[in-house]
């Protein structure tokens, strides 16, 4: 996935990783110029997309949503680190300090992240990534 943040005319967009669970976009990260963003604008764009192998078989969609940043102690961090199966040993292993973001519609509801364009792929349904879902009818 690709993750876009923005303020005023700074536009960063960051490949990162993702779990999808009950509505919510799970991602960990070390900070960097898209914390700067999001301290100044908390909307987020995501673009979740399989590798292109051929023009027959494109798929992908636009995530919208606004994104929440929990450190290790928040009980949001805990809940995150679950979800992508994480221990907390594990991450304070690492040379950096992980954040955990997490991305939903904005009004606190839970299966609604917005969704943007999803073109099709032959087969009907399919599976974007770490267990986003989509059943297309062939319109885009």
């Avoid at 990783?17 to 764009?45: C, I, P, Q, W």
């Avoid at 221990?87 to 939903?104: C, D, F, S, W, Y």
């Amino acid at each position: 996935a690709s993750l876009a943040t923005g303020s005023g005319t700074s536009v960063r967009c960051t490949p990162i990783e993702y779990v999808y669970r009950d509505g919510m976009m799970y991602l960990f990260t070390e900070g960097g110029m898209k914390f700067a963003n999001l301290y100044r604008n908390r909307h987020v764009s995501l673009s979740v997309y399989d590798p292109f192998t051929g023009l027959s078989d494109l798929a992908g969609m636009q995530l919208t949503g606004t994104a929440d940043w929990y450190g290790p102690g928040d009980a949001e961090y805990e809940q995150a680190l679950a979800v992508r199966h994480l221990t907390l040993e594990q991450v304070e292993k690492m040379p950096v300090v992980l954040h955990a973001l997490v991305i939903t519609d904005g009004k606190g509801h839970h299966g609604s992240i917005t969704g943007g364009t999803m073109k099709r792929k032959r087969g009907g349904s399919h599976e974007m990534g770490r267990g986003v879902t989509n059943q297309t009818d062939g319109r885009r």
